[in-house]
């Protein structure tokens, strides 16, 4: 992945990076920036199914298959199914007397099995991140 890549794991840490810029008064911006991320991300994963012939490579789909339950998979498939059929992400916002400065001290993700609020920003970031190294083993390990 190259600064000035096209693809769409690019394209989710570019809109990701770009939410993590958001002040406090761009919180539509910052709403987006984190849907389009992402939406991006998930299509990465659908891209490099189709890539790496899912269903088609019996490899490919039984590794693809052990992973289903990834974290970062089940997170990408569910919001992206939400924001592109049903529903705005569902992510929380902080009301606070302080004045922070960026729109990521604003919000908060309730997803982890404890039901504490999460950054959205350092959440995406790990999902990316799992993601961009799921990518890397299905390219380095399966034939295109």
Same mark, same amino acid.
């Given at each position: 992945?190259?600064?000035?890549?096209?693809?769409?794991?690019?394209?989710?840490?570019?809109?990701?990076?770009?939410?993590?810029?958001?002040?406090?008064?761009?919180?539509?911006?910052?709403?987006?920036?984190?849907?389009?991320?992402?939406?991006?991300?998930?299509?990465?994963?659908?891209?490099?199914?189709?890539?790496?012939?899912?269903?088609?490579?019996?490899?490919?789909?039984?590794?693809?298959?052990? !992973?289903?339950?990834?974290?970062? &998979? =089940?997170?990408?498939? $569910?919001?992206? #199914? @939400?924001?592109?059929?049903?529903?705005?992400?569902?992510?929380?916002?902080?009301?606070?007397?302080?004045?922070?400065?960026?729109?990521?001290?604003?919000?908060?993700?309730?997803?982890?099995?404890?039901?504490?609020?999460?950054?959205?920003?350092?959440?995406? !970031?790990?999902?990316?991140?799992? &993601? =961009?190294?799921?990518? $890397?083993?299905? #390219? @380095?390990?399966?034939?295109?």
């Amino acid at each position: 992945m190259t600064p000035l890549d096209r693809s769409p794991i690019s394209r989710a840490w570019f809109f990701m990076n770009k939410a993590n810029e958001c002040t406090v008064e761009q919180n539509f911006e910052f709403e987006s920036y984190i849907e389009a991320s992402i939406v991006f991300a998930r299509s990465a994963i659908l891209r490099m199914m189709r890539n790496h012939g899912y269903k088609k490579n019996k490899l490919f789909t039984e590794w693809f298959n052990s !992973i289903i339950g990834n974290p970062s &998979i =089940k997170f990408t498939k $569910k919001n992206r #199914d @939400d924001i592109l059929k049903e529903k705005p992400l569902i992510i929380g916002q902080i009301i606070s007397f302080s004045q922070p400065t960026h729109a990521r001290s604003l919000y908060y993700f309730n997803i982890d099995d404890q039901e504490n609020p999460l950054n959205p920003i350092l959440t995406l !970031i790990e999902h990316l991140a799992e &993601i =961009k190294r799921i990518l $890397k083993y299905a #390219d @380095d390990n399966f034939i295109q």
